[in-house]
């Protein structure tokens, strides 16, 4: 059973518009909610992160909403750049700091 | 340069030949995993490790071994591969305290036939 979800497969933005990542979780048992970013033929590379005592976290163009009770969470990129078409997953910590839970990806497209 | 070093990148093998993919990471992890990326199916654990001779289950160990002998080197056995193993690995490694980044090994794309 999926306990973190990313319902957009892929998702198509204009350079300079702000773009969107969104991600629901099942578990209320996590410390930490994570984004990766994804190219081809390579491994994910880590983005940026929140704590669940947190509501927001940012860094630089990304922003991480954590909506804890819609067990909701977002990752705003703004503006989106060209160079952000990739694939991005969400991923979440057990409190045990032992076991990360994946979502299945949305692949953002920055059109120029 | 601080990295996470998997090999091979490709492997084409068969039906109950076994094999073993290899980790290394050179930034003293205490924590290493291996995760298996399938299409609609996002990455799922399949073991992790908190330290050396400490192993354990992640989501799928199903077919898999590991074994953490040196804190630097984590393997993932096949003893016995199936088809339905074949898909895209990733090896990864963090400190275990305040180590929610975890660091990616470029990935195995493995088919057994």
């Known amino acids: 059973d999926q306990q973190v979800k990313q319902n957009s497969p892929s998702l198509s933005v204009q350079e300079g518009r702000i773009s969107i990542l969104n991600c629901d979780y099942t578990?209320?048992?996590?410390?930490?909610f994570l984004w990766y970013k994804k190219y081809p033929a390579e491994g994910p590379t880590f983005l940026i992160s929140?704590?669940?005592?947190?509501d927001k976290n940012e860094d630089g163009r990304f922003t991480v909403f954590l909506n804890k009770s819609a067990k909701h969470l977002s990752l705003h990129i703004v503006p989106s750049q060209p160079g952000d078409s990739a694939v991005y997953f969400c991923?979440?910590?057990?409190?045990?700091?032992?076991?990360?839970?994946f979502g299945t990806g949305t692949s953002l497209t920055v059109i120029p | 340069e601080a990295q996470v070093t998997q090999n091979p990148r490709y492997l084409i093998t068969v039906t109950g030949k076994k094999l073993t993919v290899t980790c290394s990471q050179n930034?003293?992890?205490?924590?290493m995993s291996w995760y298996r990326q399938d299409p609609g199916l996002g990455l799922r654990q399949i073991y992790y490790?908190?330290?050396?001779?400490?192993?354990d289950k992640g989501d799928v160990p199903e077919g898999y071994k590991v074994s953490r002998k040196e804190k630097r080197n984590f393997p993932l056995i096949l003893e016995s591969p199936s088809p339905n193993q074949t898909s895209l690995y990733f090896c990864?490694?963090?400190?275990?305290?305040?180590?929610?980044?975890?660091?990616f090994g470029s990935g195995t794309q493995l088919s057994v036939l």
């Open positions: 991923a979440a910590r057990s409190v045990t700091g032992n076991q990360f839970y």
């Open positions: 930034m003293n992890h205490e924590y």
């Open positions: 490790s908190m330290n050396v001779e400490v192993t």
């Open positions: 929140i704590s669940s005592i947190k």
């Open positions: 578990n209320s048992m996590f410390d930490y």
């Open positions: 990864a490694s963090s400190f275990f305290r305040g180590g929610e980044k975890l660091f």
